[in-house]
């Protein structure tokens, strides 16, 4: 009777899950366990660096705070493999939006006073606006547990032992080669048209004659005088 039971109760178990070994560092630590450890801790960052460049009351501050910002979701990009997403957001947004934003900061005479008085007059618009990326975040976190997402439906899937960097440079250099290039003229035109509406003619600004600095001769640009003690100098 005894061996009966157990052999119903094997039988109403359910089966159990294979035990996998996971490969560990030197340490002995398994390689998840530094992959989730690693994430939390950039992820915590990023959300901290966000909060941090809302609420700072200097815009320098502000700007920094967002640096920092890119800076660990750089690290984010990384550990998903995305590493040409995380070298755009070093060199182009950190490199280049960043520091512009910190220049202009910087150099315009902004009166933060002025700005903190309207606080209140934008004040619903901003909390219709919160409400609303609310609500995006919320459907999309239902989306996102809805179900899995077909990685083998991709437009482009990358083959496998292929680099990020190679895989996105080989499709942009042959499906999207015009689009690409259009966007390069694109980005011309903006520059040409940035340099001829600063590059005005303006009243009372001495202009450079490029000719004729090329032109000019040494004996023209230094001359020797022998000075008396006790004179000035005769410009």
């Given amino acids: 009777m005894a061996t009966a039971g157990k052999a119903r109760l094997r039988q109403t178990l359910p089966p159990t899950r294979p035990i996998v070994k996971r490969q560990a560092d030197s340490k002995g630590f398994p390689d998840t366990v530094i992959q989730v450890l690693a994430f939390y801790l950039f992820a915590t960052l990023v959300l901290a660096a966000a909060a941090m460049t809302i609420a700072s009351r200097n815009p320098v501050h502000s700007v920094l705070w967002l640096i920092f910002a890119f800076f660990n979701a750089a690290g984010l990009m990384v550990l998903v493999g995305a590493e040409f997403i995380a070298m755009l957001l070093v060199i182009v947004y950190v490199g280049a939006v960043s520091v512009l934003f910190l220049f202009v900061v910087m150099m315009l005479d902004i009166d933060f006073a002025e700005l903190r008085q309207g606080f209140v007059r934008y004040l619903w618009p901003g909390l219709a606006l919160a409400v609303a990326l609310a609500v995006e975040l919320f459907i999309a976190a239902g989306a996102w547990t809805a179900g899995p997402i077909a990685l083998g439906r991709r437009a482009a899937p990358t083959p496998n032992g292929t680099p990020n960097i190679e895989a996105v440079g080989a499709l942009l250099y042959s499906r999207y080669l015009y689009i690409f290039e259009a966007a390069?003229?694109?980005?011309?035109?903006?520059?040409?048209?940035?340099?001829?509406?600063?590059?005005?003619?303006?009243?009372?600004?001495?202009?450079?004659?490029?000719?004729?600095?090329?032109?000019?001769?040494?004996?023209e640009a230094v001359r020797m005088i022998d000075q008396p003690v006790g004179q000035g100098v005769e410009l």
């Fill in 184 to 219: 390069g003229l694109v980005l011309l035109v903006a520059m040409i048209g940035a340099i001829v509406l600063t590059h005005r003619q303006r009243r009372g600004v001495k202009p450079q004659n490029i000719g004729r600095q090329i032109a000019r001769r040494p004996e």
